[in-house]
């Protein structure tokens, strides 16, 4: 079986497990930056209290960006390591602020992916995984957001070399799936990750992806037998 006919039936049969997936409410491009820099080594529930308490102490963007530091740090702790984020925000919109004039990212919808990949990546703090969430959800661009979840589950099921780091695996997936499958395919792996496929003791005797999944074929049956 050839890697992108795996890839299209894990995308399947996910489909089959779990249906359709829904994103919640898309973000303006600049709003999804930036939960996307407050989610990084936190779970959803902080990231969103960290970002509704930014949004809600400060109107703007503009006054995230030229507030005091102690004052966004104070707003985003929920979400942890607040010292860093904080910083790390600030001079994001710093620097977005100095490169376009305003802090509006739609201008990003007329390039072409890798385009707005690379843009977004020459800022500190913007690896390839934010580039693609901000492209995918905010915008509707096909690109491919590859997290831990998504990397740990592609690996065990064969659909990426061993060795292949997660900032190659991006574009490795992307040139797996169809365009239009990445959005469900993203939602649905991690949905797998967190619930059924875990890092340390992965159920897989209630996984949907038994049959086709390198792991459990050798790994998992060994060690039941």
């Given at each position: 079986?050839?890697?992108?006919?795996?890839?299209?039936?894990?995308?399947?049969?996910?489909?089959?497990?779990?249906?359709?997936?829904?994103?919640?409410?898309?973000?303006?491009?600049?709003?999804?930056?930036v939960s996307t820099v407050l989610s990084q080594n936190t779970n959803d529930t902080n990231r969103d209290r960290a970002f509704?308490?930014?949004?809600?102490?400060?109107?703007?963007?503009?006054?995230?960006?030229?507030?005091?530091?102690?004052?966004?740090?104070?707003?985003?702790?929920?979400?942890?390591?607040?010292?860093?984020?904080?910083?790390?925000?600030?001079?994001?919109?710093?620097?977005?602020?100095?490169?376009?004039?305003?802090?509006?990212?739609?201008?990003?919808?007329?390039?072409?992916?890798?385009?707005?990949?690379?843009?977004?990546?020459?800022?500190?703090?913007?690896?390839?995984?934010?580039?693609?969430?901000?492209?995918?959800?905010?915008?509707?661009?096909?690109?491919?957001?590859?997290?831990?979840?998504?990397?740990?589950?592609?690996?065990?099921?064969?659909?990426?070399?061993?060795?292949?780091?997660?900032?190659?695996?991006?574009?490795?997936?992307?040139?797996l799936l169809p365009p239009e499958t990445y959005y469900a395919a993203h939602l649905n792996i991690i949905r797998l990750g967190r619930?059924?496929?875990?890092?340390?003791?992965?159920?897989?005797?209630?996984?949907?992806?038994?049959?086709?999944?390198?792991?459990?074929?050798?790994?998992?049956?060994?060690?039941?037998?």
């Amino acid at each position: 079986m050839e890697l992108a006919e795996r890839a299209l039936i894990v995308h399947q049969k996910l489909i089959d497990a779990y249906g359709q997936p829904t994103w919640r409410d898309p973000l303006p491009a600049i709003d999804e930056l930036v939960s996307t820099v407050l989610s990084q080594n936190t779970n959803d529930t902080n990231r969103d209290r960290a970002f509704h308490a930014l949004r809600k102490r400060f109107v703007s963007w503009e006054q995230v960006r030229d507030a005091e530091e102690a004052e966004v740090v104070a707003a985003i702790r929920p979400a942890g390591l607040a010292n860093q984020k904080g910083p790390r925000i600030q001079q994001l919109l710093r620097s977005i602020s100095a490169e376009r004039g305003a802090l509006d990212l739609n201008f990003l919808a007329d390039l072409d992916v890798e385009e707005g990949r690379q843009w977004l990546m020459r800022f500190k703090g913007v690896g390839p995984k934010t580039a693609a969430i901000v492209l995918l959800f905010s915008l509707g661009k096909p690109a491919f957001p590859v997290d831990t979840h998504v990397y740990r589950v592609s690996g065990r099921l064969g659909l990426r070399p061993e060795k292949m780091n997660v900032e190659q695996a991006h574009t490795h997936l992307e040139a797996l799936l169809p365009p239009e499958t990445y959005y469900a395919a993203h939602l649905n792996i991690i949905r797998l990750g967190r619930e059924t496929c875990h890092a340390r003791r992965p159920n897989c005797l209630l996984c949907p992806l038994q049959a086709i999944c390198d792991f459990y074929q050798t790994s998992y049956k060994e060690v039941r037998q």
